[in-house]
């Protein structure tokens, strides 16, 4: 049929210009640098160092979606409905409950090894600078980048290091006395 909307596999055969569909859409495209916080229901991005809470650009997203798919459209009338606010809002809905976007509460800055810094994450165990990855969900991040410390610093930071996890070794070893 001519006038039929296409289907998308990912909405289990929903017409493309459906909530669901649209949605699913948005979600595809925008998972590796969106999140919705599940304890405050606010969307973050990622601003390619840190997850940022976020008020405009994933609006604005959802409503490029949507007027791709208007533009799409083979009617005027179904283009201005599927342009419509009632349709952003609806598409933001259903993308909220999308498993890949959620993230819970205590998996923000979830490490507690870990300092975001602007030069990258430094393990504070191993002292070692990682790459930024959206994958620890870190939402802070120090003013200070890691590079360029200080020689004194370093060396006393990893002699209390070593003396710290000798020292934890030693305790742990220790029988509990009641």
Known sequence: MAGRPKTVSLSGGAPSTS????????????????????ATGHWMIWDGSRWRSD???????????????????SDSAGAVRI???AKVMAVEALAR???RLMVDDER??????????????????????????PDLLMTRMAAASAEG??????????????????CRATCSALPVIA
Not at 19 to 37: H, T
């Open 19 to 38: 909530d669901d569909a649209l949605a699913l859409e948005f979600a595809e495209a925008n998972e590796s640098y969106v999140r919705l916080s599940l």
């Open 55 to 73: 008020r405009c650009t994933v609006r604005e997203s959802i409503r490029r979606t949507c007027r791709n798919a208007a533009a799409a459209a």
């Open 83 to 85: 342009a419509s606010a």
């Open 97 to 99: 409950s999308d498993a």
């Open 108 to 133: 923000w800055d979830a490490n507690p090894w870990l300092l975001n810094t602007p030069s990258g994450a430094v393990d504070l165990v191993t002292g070692e600078i990682h790459t930024h990855d």
């Open 149 to 166: 410390l200080a020689p004194r610093w370093r060396d006393s930071w990893t002699a209390s290091r070593t003396e710290t996890l000798t």
